[in-house]
């Protein structure tokens, strides 16, 4: 670490470039990430860095660059910069105005995730500031389109036409870091997986005729008695190797009981019961009791054109998430032992569910690092419900070990996961330097970087 940083002037620095990215309006659809690309390269130019700049299609820009290094294999700090939409009548601050008040920037990718691309873009310039003289390749990436789903302009993208610019055995991107509280103890968390994503359409045939005359072969009532088992049923369980890794990091050191009660989770008889006992509010048990095991929802009907014309065919889209181990073929299994035979299936959109391993290289950097900046609160491994950009590289490049960590520290009133995507999202500037200066200090220690003197 170089004492000599002069902190409190990062501190504004990293503070405005995120306003200033918040104020680039890059919410996809339609993206128009080539605008933020475009701050970016300017910034890293400026600083005597080579920006490259590509774009996927007209406005759909991603930017790279490069810190040399030595013969280890290479490490890329990942960042996406294309936003959710937002309804401003909802907002106490303009959702693009980058607003700083309270202590908070406020805006759109405040946290999702215009915060770390302005953390990451801050070390690459520290990085160049102190001389650093690092052990491999330091690759830095702002990229679009992670917010659409299918992530057709991004990373994906980029490994396709122009891998040469971020291809690299393990990335740092978002996804972690949050800190969270069970029982007496606090830990923060360092994601190493996502679940898979099988998105389909089932379909119901049925005989098509006049409304005035009901019969029993309707398609629509075929489809709402295939799938009314969905809200009641669980799929079988699966924990995870992270899963567990996780249980019991959260189990160590805690009372008799909820240890117990954390590691019962894990037993398919015994989950729901223990997962009702435990300390923590309802939003984080639906979410452990998802990362549990595969999940359906259904998110969309389609069926009939005319009041009085019963359609032959109904078709419900179905949100699936994959737990660890999971694949399509197990999935389609699982689900017709809840809703039946009678549906058809048609596979829209499908990516593994991925994992890292949860020690060695980066992941113990990590703990290492917060173990310094906040002792009180030792790394555990986690994995995510979504998606991040992740689903797009490690398919094409299977065995990069991507991990999510970004740290904040949450605060009442600013619960990092009720602000992403949601309206008044917002970032403490504390916080913001406080992950610049562990990112700062994660990025030195694995790559063993020295300083000029």
Not at 132 to 138: E, H, L, N, S
Not at 172 to 186: K, P, Q, S, W, Y
Not at 252 to 263: V, W
Not at 383 to 406: C, E, N, W
Request: net charge negative.
């Amino acid at each position: 670490m170089n004492n000599n940083i002069d902190w409190s002037q990062v501190r504004d620095e990293v503070a405005g470039y995120l306003q200033d990215l918040i104020r680039i309006d890059t919410t996809n659809p339609p993206g128009n990430e080539a605008l933020a690309a475009d701050y970016i390269a300017r910034i890293l130019q400026r600083e005597g860095y080579r920006a490259i700049q590509t774009e996927s299609a007209p406005g759909r820009g991603n930017v790279t660059t490069r810190l040399g290094g030595g013969g280890q294999e290479p490490l890329l700090l990942l960042g996406h910069t294309d936003v959710v939409a937002a309804d401003a009548g909802h907002w106490t601050h303009p959702p693009f105005s980058g607003d700083l008040a309270d202590g908070c920037i406020w805006g759109r990718g405040a946290l999702d995730m215009k915060n770390m691309v302005a953390a990451e873009l801050m070390v690459m310039l520290l990085l160049q500031r102190t001389g650093a003289r690092p052990d491999r390749d330091v690759i830095f990436a702002a990229t679009a389109d992670e917010e659409a789903g299918k992530g057709e302009h991004g990373p994906g993208w980029l490994l396709d036409h122009h891998p040469e610019q971020i291809e690299a055995p393990v990335i740092l991107t978002e996804g972690g870091g949050h800190d969270v509280v069970i029982g007496a103890a606090r830990f923060t968390t360092c994601q190493v997986g996502q679940k898979g994503i099988c998105r389909m359409k089932a379909i119901a045939r049925g005989r098509p005729g006049h409304g005035s005359v009901p019969h029993d072969d309707s398609a629509i009532l075929r489809l709402c008695a295939a799938l009314a088992p969905l809200q009641s049923a669980h799929l079988p369980l699966h924990p995870s190797a992270t899963m567990r890794a996780f249980l019991d990091g959260v189990a160590a050191g805690q009372p008799e009981s909820l240890a117990a009660d954390l590691r019962a989770v894990l037993v398919p008889e015994q989950s729901d019961a223990a997962l009702g006992r435990l300390p923590i509010d309802a939003d984080t048990r639906a979410q452990w009791r998802s990362l549990l095991r595969n999940t359906a929802s259904v998110t969309l009907l389609q069926a009939g054109s005319k009041i009085n014309v019963i359609p032959g065919e109904a078709v419900a889209w179905i949100d699936g998430r994959l737990a660890p181990g999971a694949t399509q073929e197990s999935f389609l299994a699982e689900l017709r032992q809840v809703v039946g035979h009678d549906l058809d299936f048609e596979i829209d959109q499908y990516s593994p569910p991925l994992e890292a391993r949860a020690e060695g290289g980066l992941y113990e950097v990590i703990v290492s690092v917060m173990q310094r900046h906040d002792p009180a609160a030792p790394v555990v491994p986690s994995l995510s419900t979504g998606g991040t950009d992740a689903k797009h590289i490690v398919p094409r490049r299977p065995g990069t070990q991507v991990y999510g960590f970004m740290p904040y520290r949450q605060q009442p009133g600013l619960e990092e996961m009720q602000l992403i995507h949601g309206h008044d999202e917002r970032t403490s500037v504390d916080e913001l330097l406080f992950a610049t200066r562990v990112l700062y200090d994660v990025v030195t220690n694995y790559t063993h970087s020295t300083e000029t003197q």
